[in-house]
């Protein structure tokens, strides 16, 4: 099957470029001596996640609990789910995943330990939990510099039955802020990443030094990871604490977000969005409007910082260049709006790419991933989750 025969839109998967972005992140997790665990929420696809296994990843990091099915059912043996767990449903369905593969989850609250707590003790059962700590992001997580709350937390956690804290976790979102004034965007995602790495290993001692029990430098976890953070990751020593597993997701795919950031090049961009035009006209100025079929629910509307359009547009997909003058500049439902000044080389029917701004959010609105070789579909994904 050729790009052509599919309806649009489509997502289309670069098969070289997955596999060398794989492959890269890959041998970085290697050489830093840290276990791979991807995200799975970028990809959503249990058959890209038996190629990240066959490569070496240790399981899988999931954000939800359809996720985590999902690639429980595929065979995935090892899942993460890195978010807080609360409510009973939600533990019935948990505590149902243990039935075939090891499973984890992370909590920041007391009445999160609680409440968790209270399920699986009566349940009869123990499950590994790992501290969620914020090191800067502002989202989730105790503070990493809230010493008090932090060793409070741990010991609740360490003292609850049922629970076992394996280790602390947290997610450096802050990377996609870009760089602070005066600052290169190189120079910020090393200040990025050394703040996640660093900070999570203040945590490890100081929990260590506090006394916690299970604070053991040889088995403690600690678990870092967000794509742009990790683009310059160099593990380090801490009283014997190491960083002992990442969790990017976005790596496999990369997008345009990621270009903007600097953490990639546009050749390392391995999803588009296949397109229709279905309209085209050209406003008073001389500029012309084009219409494609991929609007908001396939491009979607995220932009990092100083980004000013809605994906890019390629010129010549097979060496990744991008169009010198079609912008994406708005977003409906259904339609993409491209400014083209000048005139547009393409007309209506005609087909292009987008390299979307978030692949991941880009993903989860759409069912099927086609794998290609140039112009050839070899293989279609299952969007699972």
Same mark, same amino acid.
């Given at each position: 099957?050729?790009?052509?025969?599919?309806?649009?839109?489509?997502?289309?998967?670069?098969?070289?470029?997955?596999?060398?972005?794989?492959?890269?992140?890959?041998?970085?997790?290697?050489?830093?001596?840290?276990?791979?665990?991807?995200?799975?929420?970028?990809?959503?696809?249990?058959?890209?996640?038996?190629?990240?296994?066959?490569?070496?990843?240790?399981?899988?990091?999931?954000?939800?609990?359809?996720?985590?099915?999902?690639?429980? %059912?595929?065979? !995935? /043996?090892?899942? $993460?789910?890195?978010? +807080?767990?609360?409510?009973? @449903?939600?533990?019935? *369905? #948990?505590?149902?995943?243990?039935?075939?593969?090891?499973?984890?989850?992370?909590?920041?609250?007391?009445?999160?330990?609680?409440?968790?707590?209270?399920?699986?003790?009566?349940?009869?059962?123990?499950?590994?939990?790992?501290? %969620?700590?914020? !090191? /800067?992001?502002? $989202?989730?997580?105790? +503070?990493?510099?809230?010493? @008090?709350?932090?060793? *409070? #937390?741990?010991?609740?956690?360490?003292?609850?039955?049922?629970?076992?804290?394996?280790?602390?976790?947290?997610?450096?979102?802050?990377?996609?802020?870009?760089?602070?004034?005066?600052?290169?965007?190189?120079?910020?995602?090393?200040?990025?990443?050394?703040?996640?790495?660093?900070?999570?290993?203040?945590?490890?001692?100081?929990?260590?030094?506090?006394?916690?029990?299970?604070?053991?430098?040889?088995?403690?976890?600690?678990?870092?990871?967000?794509?742009?953070?990790?683009?310059?990751?160099?593990?380090?020593?801490?009283?014997?604490?190491?960083?002992?597993?990442?969790?990017?997701?976005?790596?496999?795919?990369?997008?345009?977000?990621?270009?903007?950031?600097?953490?990639?090049?546009?050749?390392?961009?391995?999803?588009?969005?296949?397109?229709?035009?279905?309209?085209?006209?050209?406003?008073?100025?001389?500029?012309?409007?084009?219409?494609?079929?991929?609007?908001?629910?396939?491009?979607?509307?995220?932009?990092?910082?100083?980004?000013?359009?809605?994906?890019?547009?390629?010129?010549?997909?097979?060496?990744?260049?991008?169009?010198?003058?079609?912008?994406?500049?708005?977003?409906?439902?259904?339609?993409?709006?491209?400014?083209?000044?000048?005139?547009?080389?393409?007309?209506?029917?005609?087909?292009?790419?987008?390299?979307?701004?978030?692949?991941?959010?880009?993903?989860?609105?759409?069912?099927?991933?086609?794998?290609?070789?140039?112009?050839?579909?070899?293989?279609?994904?299952?969007?699972?989750?």
């Amino acid at each position: 099957m050729l790009i052509d025969d599919l309806s649009t839109p489509a997502l289309l998967v670069d098969a070289d470029r997955l596999s060398r972005n794989l492959d890269r992140m890959q041998a970085k997790a290697d050489e830093n001596d840290a276990a791979l665990r991807p995200h799975g929420k970028t990809h959503k696809s249990p058959a890209l996640a038996r190629w990240q296994i066959d490569r070496g990843a240790i399981g899988l990091t999931v954000a939800t609990l359809p996720e985590a099915e999902a690639f429980a %059912e595929a065979g !995935v /043996g090892d899942i $993460r789910v890195a978010y +807080p767990v609360v409510g009973r @449903e939600r533990y019935e *369905r #948990l505590l149902a995943l243990t039935e075939t593969a090891t499973v984890s989850f992370t909590v920041d609250t007391e009445a999160g330990v609680r409440q968790a707590s209270r399920f699986l003790d009566d349940a009869g059962t123990t499950m590994d939990v790992l501290l %969620e700590v914020d !090191v /800067g992001h502002g $989202r989730c997580g105790v +503070p990493w510099d809230a010493d @008090e709350e932090t060793i *409070r #937390l741990a010991e609740a956690i360490a003292d609850a039955p049922g629970l076992d804290l394996a280790g602390i976790l947290t997610h450096a979102g802050q990377a996609y802020h870009g760089p602070h004034d005066g600052e290169s965007k190189a120079d910020a995602l090393r200040r990025a990443g050394r703040e996640e790495r660093d900070r999570m290993l203040e945590v490890a001692v100081r929990l260590a030094e506090a006394g916690c029990e299970g604070i053991d430098a040889d088995t403690f976890e600690i678990s870092i990871g967000s794509t742009p953070s990790l683009t310059h990751f160099e593990n380090a020593e801490r009283a014997g604490f190491r960083i002992t597993e990442i969790r990017p997701g976005n790596y496999v795919f990369n997008d345009a977000m990621q270009v903007n950031l600097k953490s990639a090049e546009l050749d390392d961009c391995a999803l588009s969005v296949y397109t229709s035009v279905v309209s085209k006209r050209r406003d008073p100025s001389g500029t012309e409007r084009v219409y494609v079929d991929a609007g908001k629910k396939v491009v979607t509307t995220d932009q990092g910082p100083g980004m000013d359009r809605y994906g890019t547009v390629l010129y010549n997909a097979r060496y990744m260049r991008a169009h010198p003058h079609a912008v994406v500049t708005d977003l409906s439902e259904e339609h993409g709006w491209m400014r083209v000044p000048g005139g547009a080389t393409f007309g209506v029917g005609d087909r292009l790419r987008i390299v979307p701004n978030h692949a991941c959010v880009t993903v989860a609105t759409q069912n099927a991933l086609h794998v290609v070789d140039g112009d050839e579909v070899v293989e279609t994904w299952d969007v699972a989750a």
